[in-house]
């Protein structure tokens, strides 16, 4: 499909919005009940439903619950089973930490080791954060790598990031997780020549990092999992042609933004900056990318109230977006988060697309689960949003005569 | 698909008609008003849809705009992404050449080259068509190819289409065309052996046109584009076990169905004469194609009313089909082209499957854009229709025990 919409895709002036509220879909909570985002009261989504189009987005497949990963590349067009993202990767990108091309980034976690080095607590205690941070500063001082260039950084409680930066770094490396208590840790093993590198940095930098913290307890070691390389992934300008921004403030999904070539900007800290932000921006970018994390933080923490208001309050800042006049706008989810489950979800997730000039329109009128269920879209697998998006924006030529 | 077809193919007696209403999809001109399908008095197409199933074709995958070429393939079963018809065998199918699998067709143009032999004007000042057919004339008469057979025809304006037939003729060439003026146009190189063939003839019979060509103003040259090749396809009957006609009357249309092996009969002018043709066709076949092209260029021509009366002119017609009593008839378009935008579009086109003995009726009364929203058939690609269709007139055994 890239290989398609590389080929038809045409530059013009056209603006294209997607604005993700992230973990969107919902649930009701008592039966015959209605979900948050059918709760709330949403005037101004409702009146783009009722001018647009609307459906589901299905985020990976039928049934497939989705991470933040997977949930944003289906949305930037990206199919999210070919563009699989290291966990050592999205780990780094969640805390801010930059991977690039030249990196391997893995996931750390802080262990109890007895004399004879046998792993006694997977988690070390779960150990605050603050004592995490104590130790990643021990190990930067402490463990010396010659090869790469070495980044250390404290995530929460037991976890942390690593990241080797350096030429001819594979990311074939076994993880040194034994995945019980009583055994020894293992030792990071490549699985291809071209990893042999990685892991041989890799062993040192535990043998060192075992000296560093063989006087702490409960954290005197640690296990490294995930190893993972930058992903090789076309840049959205190389794809679609477009000159896309992120205005995120979330660190994961600047991260993410950043994987597939989108230029990052400083968003401010609530919404209405975000908004500023988009504005001030408007005439240097052709696709901006509004990323709002409550709709999702607040169906994890079960608060179906909370969500709805949350909801309610991004509602009140969607006059600022059309009073831009994208061309496009689409507001939806990279996956559904009801409060009712505290968690991420496989149900597909509301989808609306707003485009005066081509839209055909819906009977719809209404932002909501079951009412996005008649819309004009039907149920589509959120990589397909993005090629909609440039048809709707006059971005792709006709296919064949 | 095409294998899991074949296997489970069965013959009988069942007659299926599709009836493609080209660029049959629209929009609404005003917001909140309907589109062309809707504003049409169909009570005989509305009738099919209380009795039958309906839903919305995409043509080729959301987003896409189709070309008349992707969109039939597409309506006849074949994968329009893995069935790529070059442009030149396109051009020569739009006149009614005839493009066979010993031959390569290429697309023509006039230019304008100074006496360096720079192009001035890739267009040749967008000569009159008679002009091209005084020139096409003049080429037919001075150049003189030993190697192969040679035809060319005037399509329009400045554009022509050559015909190369012969043994060992690949279409691995590239186009002469330097895509802006100043520049030489450049020779015909071959990218594989099997075109040098091709490159050769091609040179040649530039190098004579240049001669013939030498004395006319502004059109003094021309360059070739699109080599293709007769594409290496199944045809209908190999792959359904069907004996198909098409009664078109567009050369493009009865092109594209020879493409897939279906016989092409003389059609007549009218719908009226291309319905008693089928009806005298009705015992020799197993499947009709029969194609209307007004209600596409009612839409190219921007003509809302017009088109909403083509329509109604089809609506009419209906019954002389119905009463040949088909056991499958399908109703759609191979792609949308709302009169609002004067061009094909992307937008799904509004389906009808009439089966009396098998289909499951759904809750919809009526033909249009947004009624087909809540059809049985749902949203579907266009290439997923046959087998809908085989299936129906029960041609299609079990799959598995």
Redesign the interface.
Known sequence: ?HD?IRQ?KETNNTKIVLLVADGLGGLPIEPGGKTELETARTPNLDRLVA?GACGLSLPVAPGITPGSGPGHLGLFGYDPLENDIGRGVLEALGIGVEVGPRDVAIRGNFCTIDAEGRVTDRRAGRIPTETCEALVAKLRQGVRIEEVETLVEPVREYRLVVRFRGEGLGDDVCDTDPLSTGLHTLEPKAGNADSEKTARVAAEFLRQAKQVLRDEHPANFLMMRGFAKFPRIATMEDVYGLKAVAIAVYPMYRGLARLVGMTVVEPGKTLADQMDVTKANWNTYDFFFLHYKYTDSTGEDGAFAKKVEVIEALDAEIPKLTALKPDVLIVTGDHSTPSRMRSHSFHPVPLLLWA?A?V????VTEFGERPCL???L?Q?LAK?I???????AGR??????
Do not use: N, V, Y
Not at 386 to 392: C, E, N, Y
Not at 396 to 401: E, S, T
């Open positions: 499909m398609l038809l001018e005066p081509t055909r329109p819906d009977l008649q819309g004009g039907g589509i397909h993005m090629p909609l998006a440039l048809a709707h792709l030529q006709k296919f064949g005569a």
